[in-house]
Structures are given as C-alpha cells and as structure tokens.
C-alpha cells in the first residue's frame, strides 16, 4: 500500500474531511516522532493502540515486521494484530526493537504497569516512543468546546446521513451506542474527561510536560528525546491550512502534542 493510499476508505463515519485531516496530523506526528528512531528495516515493532490502523501502515511501509494491540478497535487489515490491553501484553520478553504509540498514555487504566510491560517486551537497546497531549490542547480543548462540539456533532451527522442514503444497512460501529439528544446537550455543556483521569483539572495537571517525564521514567530507560510536534485543536478548525504556521507555534510553546522517545539499557 502506497503513502497516499493509507487511511480509511471514504466515506467516514466521523466525516471524510475529518478523517483525513487526522490522518494528516497523525502522519506529521509520526514524521517528527521518526527523526529520533534509529532503527533499520529488518527491526521488530508493535503500536500500541492502533485504532483504525493508520499509524500502523506507515509503520509498515517503513518496517518488515510489524505487529499491533488494541483492547477495542480492530483495523482493517488485521495481519499482525491482537485484541489486547497495554498493561498485559501478549508477548515473550525481549521481543520487540521498537514499541511506538500516539495519544495512548492518557487512556491506560494502569499507566505504570504499562510501561513495564512495555520494558519487559522491549529488547536491550531497542527504542521506545510515545506521542502524548499537552497542556495546550487540553486548554484550547475545553475553551473553544461551546463552538466545536456542535459543529463536530452536526458533522458527524450529516456523515451518518450520506452513508445511510447509499446503503440499507443500518450504520453503527462496532461498540458503539448513539447518544440521544440529553447526552449530546450534557457534553456540550460539561465535555466529557478526554482520558481515565478523575477530573479535568487532573488531566491538565498530568499534561504538563515534567508530569510526563515522570510517568515515563523507567531504572531501564535512557532518555533519547523530548520534543514538542504541532499545533492543532480538538475540534479540527482550518483544517489542512497554515502548516509551516502551525510546526512553527509547535515549537514555541503552543504544542498540542508531545514525543518522548527512550531507550533501552544494554
């Protein structure tokens, strides 16, 4: 499969617009997270997470032997992939040369027990990388969420409604439950918590930069590099504009991710 072919086949029940252009973040992110991977071809990997597999086929135009977990979602090629949780890999020690994930972290039930499985997996000077919010993200989430939440909600339905009038079939993910009218109405008052933190200020608290460092700090793991990505909201406005401009705000304190890559001790 080809750069350009990666993603999900149109049309998209999150919106065709939206899914491409979180692709593209996805794809930005993994450009600045693979700077600091020096890994050849022949190396062993699992994602984390993979989600809808997009992150998972740009590692595999990259490397021969890719593998992947997630507890929910199954991609749409499922060579290499297991249903499974990040706290509990299904995997001998040793085995992997790089263990990659994006936006995971915050999701973990059991953070800390990840990471050691993550270490017990992770062979000795193989890298491990992962992308995580920031702080930004987490403000600029809560403060433009009166704005974006309706426009995401009505989005999303106007998706459902184009795939719905090209097929008979009921549309409704694997697992997933529509909202009625008071849960769309609650979350546009009160947004929903974006990880497994207790409250909101909790999560901004974890988003700080030293925060991850701490959660991320292994007796196993050297630090390879700590560096801020792009700038980019939830909700997805000027969608595909003012790129430069947004690498540029990345690095100069309005991160809206974070990649933190460590290796392994011999």
């Known amino acids: ?26 794809r930005m992110e ?3 997270m693979m700077k600091y991977v020096p890994l050849g071809r022949d190396s062993t990997v699992l994602e984390l997470g993979c989600g809808d ?6 590692l595999r135009e990259r490397f021969t032997r890719v593998l992947a977990i997630d507890p ?6 499922v060579r290499g992939f297991s249903f499974a949780a990040a706290e509990a890999l299904p995997f001998h020690d040793g085995t992997f040369d790089f263990v990659v994930s994006n936006c995971v972290l915050e999701h973990l039930e059991d953070r800390r ?15 491990v990388a992962h992308v995580v919010p920031s702080r930004f993200w987490k403000v600029a989430s809560l403060l433009l969420n009166p704005l974006g939440y309706p426009l995401r909600v009505a989005e999303k339905w106007w998706a459902l409604r184009q795939i719905q009038n090209q097929t008979s079939t009921p549309v409704n993910p694997v697992g997933a439950t529509r909202p ?9 008052i009160y947004p929903p918590i974006h990880g497994t933190y207790t409250s909101h200020l909790s999560e901004y608290q974890q988003y700080g930069r030293e925060q991850w460092l ?33 690498r540029w705000l990345g690095g100069h304190g309005l991160d809206s991710s974070r990649v933190f890559v460590m290796r392994k001790a011999q």
Do not use: N
């Not at 597999?53 to 740009?58: I, N, R, T, V």
């Not at 929910?72 to 090629?77: C, D, I, L, Q």
């Not at 990471?115 to 000795?124: A, D, I, K, S, W």
């Open 180 to 188: 009625g009218i008071l849960q769309v109405l609650g979350r546009w």
């Open 30 to 32: 993994f450009d600045g």
């Open 72 to 77: 929910k979602h199954r991609p749409a090629r």
């Open 53 to 58: 597999g997009f992150q998972l086929e740009l």
């Open 113 to 127: 027990r990840g990471m050691e499985e993550t270490v017990r997996v992770l062979r000795p000077g193989g890298y």
């Open 1 to 26: 499969m080809g750069r350009r072919d990666v993603g999900l086949r149109m049309h998209s029940i999150e919106g065709d617009s939206w899914t491409r252009w979180v692709h593209e973040i996805r």
């Open 214 to 246: 701490q959660s991320l700090t292994h007796p196993r793991l050297v630090q390879v590099a700590d560096a801020p990505l792009l700038c980019v909201t939830q909700f997805g406005f000027l969608r595909f504009r003012f790129i430069p401009l947004r």
